[in-house]
């Protein structure tokens, strides 16, 4: 393990049988604080074996004895990826793009944080329009034991692109590679999904707090854009 600068943490990994995958970590702050790394994303180039992308962080412990546990909720996520290039001649057909492989990707997403004397909830929804590979945050809950006390509500729109730029390849062309079924449509080059707002609501409502949020909408190219 190779460290940008030194910063006394101590990192110790955990292979499987095999020593072939890095299966868990855990990092050891100087004042003994442990940060385990035991939640794996992986992601797989057909047609190749799969391998681990990167780890989530699944508990922290201090020396004190505290400790927060972090759980995930696992996504299988296929989608290609494509090279794209230029072609010489006119700028109009200058077009292209190749398959380069399958992906299939187990995505995690938080789904609980649990500290002594309560929780944070996280919830999604499969709704969104510039994807359909992710989800959306749409509330995180807090419990005081069994009690649910606050919501923070998610108020979400979607930027749209607003310039006309040359793209390499265009949609319809990824379309004509056979990519339509896996997302790869007007709605995914355009749009991106937007935060407007956060809503602090106590259950009761008693005292709701709004914070906006605003945005440099200038300009705003498609996902395919050359700019």
């Given at each position: 393990i190779?460290?940008?600068?030194?910063?006394?943490?101590?990192l110790t990994p955990t292979f499987n049988s095999d020593l072939t995958d890095i299966i868990k970590w855990k990092a050891t702050t100087p004042d003994g604080t442990v940060y385990t790394f035991e939640n794996v994303e992986q992601v797989?180039?057909?047609?190749?074996?799969?391998?681990?992308?990167c780890w989530y962080l699944t508990s922290i412990e201090t020396s004190g004895g505290?400790?927060?546990k972090f759980t995930y909720?696992?996504?299988?996520?296929q989608y290609k990826t494509f090279n794209r290039y230029q072609e010489s001649g006119p700028e109009g057909t200058n077009n292209a793009a190749q398959i380069k492989y399958n992906t299939y990707e187990n995505s995690?997403?938080?789904?609980?944080?649990e500290y002594n004397g309560g929780r944070l909830v996280f919830n999604y929804l499969t709704d969104r329009e510039d994807t359909e590979w992710l989800p959306r945050l749409v509330n995180i809950e807090?419990?005081?034991g069994s009690a649910k006390t606050t919501i923070w509500e998610m108020n979400q729109s979607y930027f749209n692109s607003n310039m006309n730029d040359f793209e390499i390849p265009t949609v319809s062309y990824l379309q004509q590679l056979g990519m339509a079924e896996l997302g790869?449509?007007?709605d995914w080059n355009t749009k991106r999904l937007r935060l407007d707002a956060v809503q602090v609501m106590p259950v009761d409502y008693s005292d709701t707090a709004t914070y906006k949020l605003d945005y440099n909408e200038t300009h705003l190219p498609t996902k395919l854009s050359t700019a």
């Open positions: 190779v460290k940008e600068k030194e910063d006394n943490v101590i797989e180039f057909k047609p190749f074996r799969a391998c681990n992308d505290s400790v927060l909720t696992k996504g299988a996520t995690l997403y938080i789904n609980a944080i807090r419990y005081v790869y449509d007007n």
